[in-house]
């Protein structure tokens, strides 16, 4: 499976941006998940999605300000972040891990299998 992670950017502090993931091949037992790595950090969890249900699961921080949603008829996850603030400047990747659960189970990077290129969102104050 390849994915195609898009749509990053440069914006100003309180802007919004949507992310895009394209995957060449998605089934159904599958889960997609968002991460970010900040500067001279590690690579963080944000949220992850099945994409048989659509149930999501959120990390805290993010929560209420970061939807994630999926088009199945497109192979395409997407990010939508809003409120968008500097400590949001990362590099935002894309994942995939096989699994039959309905709902996101995990938030380790470690469990997914496939790995987009990442996109660079850069948000000044």
């Known amino acids: 499976v390849q994915l195609q992670a898009s749509g990053g950017g440069s914006v100003q502090a309180g802007s919004s941006l949507r992310l895009s993931c394209v995957a060449s091949a998605i089934f159904s037992q599958y889960h997609m998940g968002w991460f970010r790595q900040p500067p001279g950090k590690e690579r963080e969890f944000l949220g992850a999605i099945t994409w048989r249900e659509g149930n999501t699961d959120y990390e805290g921080s993010v929560r209420g300000r970061f939807t994630i949603s999926r088009d199945n008829t497109k192979n395409t996850m997407y990010l939508q972040m809003n409120s968008l603030q500097p400590e949001d400047t990362a590099v935002y990747y894309c994942?995939?891990?096989?699994?039959?659960?309905?709902?996101?189970?995990?938030?380790?990077?470690?469990?997914?299998?496939?790995w987009g290129r990442g996109t660079q969102v850069t948000v000044s104050s």
């Open positions: 994942a995939v891990r096989a699994s039959s659960r309905r709902t996101p189970t995990t938030r380790l990077s470690s469990y997914y299998d496939y």
